[in-house]
């Protein structure tokens, strides 16, 4: 990087708050559970997709249930991509609000590099992927790369990361739900294939009065869930993805607590992403792997000449190169004009072990591939997916691994010295940032 850094140079990738870094450790157990039962819930449906009981899978996801009269008679794998979904989408817009609001990135530095990396790592991968499947025809499958799965990511790197610095978990946390929100808004303005305005100008009533419920504090289930439905439901018939009433209906939640007027205590957006980040993890996200993650691969010949064609050339090639590339050049786009520096005890092949695991892009990747072309020409897309988010999450396991033994060497090499210097640990490492 150009020019000496002065001593009061910003910092990359800070350690932490205590209370910032408590609160991440919590989301990685439930994001580690809940990446293991996606995984689990994707493998059985690959398995099941590629048995010679593999229509009775598409026969389950065909099967169609809900009330006609409101236009909601949907298949099992609709209201899984529609319905489940929303409630993620809501976990990372209360996540997404409490970072902003009461997280460490209410520090406008803290929160331009997750931010500018995140956007990086969307345009980035649209490009590679155009660049390969060609802006005409496979076009709208542009979007495809650009999503980072939170829940698959963390709990690799819950796994594979345990003597990584907490700034690099709370960098690909915020990341990746910025990232999510970035993706939201894309399907809202990309993949809205009809769009009804009196139905979305009437969700905007139930919305409200969601809001004003959860602004004076009332959290029972019975008064919030009318106009929660209300409102997914309003959004779904005005032909905007369901999903987006999941993050319009978190926005409207505060995240300070009234209790005493000084806005401390855990509040509002802290309850609702206690109770429904299990659901998420743990339900949602899983049961829409399910239903959506079934493809049939055709053995090893057929599995590489699908991979070998444009669209999921270009999708493996998002993932893999766009996404790290993309996030690594906002980063360092971010340093260098800001002449900032990284952390102490950090280096550059941290965040590329980071980039490279953001390539993971199982979820949302999987929605908008059956938004931009259908349910039917989509399983291609769900190959490619599948391949590149592997192969992301083997390249990242590779990278953070060494970086994990080599931060444990240094760990263990101040303990030593301490230890002779007859100074306890904590004092050697404070104020080390």
């Not at 809940?34 to 996801?61: D, K």
């Not at 390969?132 to 495809?144: D, L, R, T, V």
């Not at 000449?305 to 050339?313: F, I, K, R, W, Y």
């Not at 949302?364 to 190959?383: H, M």
Request: no cysteine; proline share 6%.
């Amino acid at each position: 990087m150009p020019g000496t850094p002065t001593r009061n140079a910003p910092r990359l990738l800070r350690r932490s708050s205590w209370p910032e870094a408590r609160r991440i450790a919590d989301i990685l157990r439930k994001e580690t559970i809940g990446g293991a039962l996606l995984l689990a819930a994707a493998l059985a449906a690959l398995i099941w997709a590629n048995s010679p009981w593999a229509q009775t899978y598409q026969e389950l996801r065909a099967i169609e249930v809900g009330p006609a009269a409101l236009h909601l008679h949907l298949d099992l794998a609709t209201w899984a991509a529609d319905g489940l979904l929303a409630i993620f989408f809501f976990v990372a817009g209360l996540e997404l609000k409490r970072e902003f609001v009461a997280g460490d990135l209410r520090d406008p530095w803290r929160a331009a590099v997750p931010v500018a990396a995140a956007f990086g790592g969307v345009v980035v991968p649209a490009l590679v992927y155009l660049a390969i499947a060609g802006p005409a025809g496979a076009g709208q499958g542009w979007a495809i790369p650009t999503a980072t799965d939170i829940a698959f990511a963390l709990a690799v790197l819950a796994v594979i990361g345990r003597s990584l610095p907490d700034a690099l978990r709370t960098f690909l946390l915020t990341l990746a739900v910025v990232d999510d929100l970035i993706a939201i808004v894309v399907i809202a303005l990309f993949y809205t294939s009809h769009l009804a305005v009196l139905p979305l100008l009437g969700a905007l009533v139930p919305l409200a009065v969601f809001g004003a419920l959860v602004q004076r504090g009332v959290r029972a289930w019975w008064l919030l869930l009318p106009p929660a439905l209300a409102t997914w439901g309003l959004v779904h018939a005005s032909g905007v993805h369901a999903t987006v009433a999941g993050v319009l209906l978190a926005l409207t939640v505060p995240v300070l607590s009234r209790k005493n007027g000084n806005g401390h205590g855990a509040g509002p957006a802290e309850h609702f992403e206690h109770r429904f980040r299990p659901i998420s993890a743990g339900v949602a996200v899983p049961v829409f792997a399910f239903f959506s993650a079934g493809v049939a691969l055709g053995g090893l010949s057929g599995l590489a000449g699908t991979l070998t064609e444009p669209v999921a050339a270009g999708i493996v090639a998002g993932l893999l190169v766009g996404k790290p590339l993309g996030i690594l050049a906002a980063t360092w786009l971010v340093a260098r004009f800001t002449r900032a520096t990284l952390a102490e005890g950090l280096a550059w092949i941290d965040l590329l072990g980071l980039a490279v695991l953001g390539g993971i892009g199982f979820t949302v990747s999987l929605l908008i591939g059956e938004l931009a072309f259908g349910a039917a020409g989509a399983e291609p897309v769900k190959v490619a997916v599948l391949a590149g988010s592997l192969a992301a999450a083997l390249f990242a396991t590779v990278i953070l691994r060494l970086r994990a033994r080599a931060h444990r060497r240094v760990h263990e090499a101040e303990s030593a010295d301490s230890d002779a210097d007859g100074v306890p640990d904590v004092y050697q490492s404070s104020g080390r940032d």
